[in-house]
């Protein structure tokens, strides 16, 4: 048992800038209330996994993030959703590749957390939803098919769709210029467990079949010393084996926030573009991006904080 307490950060993805301070005030608002409420159940002796799950629920339900309901189309006008879940206490990695038509896709990884197959693709999944007698959900919001309606009138000109839906004429502060999103949640619990889950539509008008680094230990990964959820383009997680390498070198002794600053010291250098999230077991939680903006929020115990107005470009920080 330790004195610790729990710890919480969240991300709602990370990509260009967001515009005038009314889109930065409105996403900040969701996003405390969300990690609100992931800290209330953590406090109340939920287990990090469990508080993982409810939280990238909450995002997957919150239209404005891409994952579950409000996720971006692909180059053929279809959602695919992607999620990983990894239990720093057992070392167990579950997710679901390309499902069509699920609410929770992290609830699926959920459920494989148990199952001898952990890792599902596309009609895997769909076999599993009927399985576990889940309606059929559509999680195509208006505002989503009209961005994709939009691509389509100018020929698909953008190699990806944007991470936070906005409305087309920016009435909530110019957030659609913002791109690459993911959702993502990250949990010590108050037995000093730790857990990590990220949930994803993808980069939004990639060719179908395209794997997003969500649920992939490049993406999502755990152990008892530290878990990681990362968000950006998934082609560069996969490359840097992001979360595996910043987990992995503070499982060597490196400490959190080191194993961050390193990482993405190396990420520049290499050019690639993500963020990442993260906790360690003694309770630090740290960040990092390349891009603009993470859409990352954290609850200490005592404070509520956030990375949305940090400076762009590479940046690491800690608490
Ligand atoms: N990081 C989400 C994706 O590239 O699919």
């Known amino acids: 048992m330790t004195a610790i307490g729990p710890k919480v950060i969240i991300h709602g993805g990370a990509g260009r800038?967001?515009?005038?301070?009314?889109?930065?005030a409105a996403i900040r608002q969701e996003?405390?209330?969300?990690?609100?409420?992931?800290?209330?159940?953590?406090?109340?002796?939920?287990?990090?996994?469990?508080?993982?799950?409810?939280?990238?629920e909450l995002l997957e339900d919150a239209p404005r993030f891409n994952a579950g309901y409000g996720s971006v189309l692909q180059s053929d006008g279809q959602v695919?959703?992607?999620?990983?879940?990894m239990d720093g206490q057992t070392q167990r990695f579950s997710g679901v590749i390309n499902a069509s038509r699920v609410q929770h896709p992290i609830a699926l990884a959920a459920y494989l957390q148990a199952q001898p197959d952990r890792v599902l693709s596309d009609l895997g999944a769909m076999e599993l939803a009927r399985e576990l007698r889940l309606p059929p959900f559509d999680p195509i919001t208006d505002q989503r098919l009209q961005e994709w309606l939009q691509e389509r009138t100018h020929n698909f000109q953008n190699a990806m769709a944007g991470v936070v839906a906005a409305p087309p004429d920016g009435a909530d502060g110019g957030a659609a210029s913002a791109r690459r999103g993911t959702i993502?949640?990250?949990?010590?619990?108050?037995a000093g467990y730790l857990a990590a889950g990220t949930s994803t539509g993808g980069k939004g008008l990639e060719r179908v079949g395209r794997v997003s680094d969500s649920a992939m230990p490049a993406g999502t990964y755990a152990?008892?010393?530290?878990?990681v959820s990362c968000t950006g383009i998934g082609e560069d997680i996969i490359d840097a084996a992001l979360a595996v390498r910043v987990v992995v070198r503070v499982t060597d002794g490196l400490g959190l926030a080191a194993a961050l600053t390193k990482s993405f010291a190396e990420a520049t250098a290499n050019g690639r573009d993500f963020g990442a999230i993260a906790i360690d077991h003694q309770g630090a939680i740290a960040w990092g991006k390349t891009s603009d903006v993470l859409l990352a929020a954290y609850h200490t115990g005592t404070t509520l904080g956030d990375t949305l107005e940090l400076p762009?470009?590479?940046q690491t920080g800690h608490c």
């Open 80 to 85: 695919r959703l992607s999620a990983g879940l």
């Open 17 to 24: 800038s967001l515009g005038h301070r009314g889109g930065v």
């Open 31 to 56: 996003l405390y209330t969300i990690v609100g409420q992931i800290y209330q159940r953590a406090q109340a002796g939920g287990t990090a996994r469990d508080c993982v799950i409810l939280g990238c």
């Open 184 to 190: 993502g949640v990250v949990v010590l619990d108050q």
């Open 223 to 227: 152990n008892p010393y530290a878990a």
């Open 312 to 314: 762009p470009g590479t």
